[in-house]
Nanobody, 116 residues
Framework: QAQLAESGGGLVQAGGSLRLSCAVS????????MGWFRQALGKQRDLVAV??????NYADSVKGRFTISRDIAENTIDLQMNNLKAEDTAIYYCYTESVEGRRRSWGQGTQVTVSS
């Protein structure tokens, strides 16, 4: 399984921006899927944005505001979040699925809190 470590969460006012980063162990070429999920208090864990071999997928609620990217030199998956809303408040988790065996890995999560 991949080792994932998120950073960049915090408290921000509505309309503000944050950038999350996930340090990934292993080559990017060993993964089918890389991306971000989030879980708000009392709710299920939902997809935010992922990069797959077919392209990039975003949740409808974040389209036009969030941008996912990979930094191959730094081996990170980044999530730029702009125009944040109170409903974006959640714990954000980094996620990978490996090519071999389709093994799923999760980071420990980073809290994002947006005050209205």
């Amino acid at each position: 399984q991949a080792q994932l470590a998120e950073s960049g969460g915090g408290l921000v006012q509505a309309g503000g921006s944050l950038r999350l980063s996930c340090a990934v162990s292993g080559s990017f070429f060993s993964f089918n899927v890389m991306g971000w999920f989030r879980q708000a208090l009392g709710k299920q864990r939902d997809l935010v944005a992922v990069i797959t071999r077919r392209g990039v997928n975003y949740a409808d609620s974040v389209k036009g505001r969030f941008t996912i990217s990979r930094d191959i030199a730094e081996n990170t998956i980044d999530l730029q979040m702009n125009n944040l809303k109170a409903e974006d408040t959640a714990i954000y988790y980094c996620y990978t699925e490996s090519v071999e065996g389709r093994r799923r890995s999760w980071g420990q999560g980073t809290q994002v809190t947006v005050s209205s």
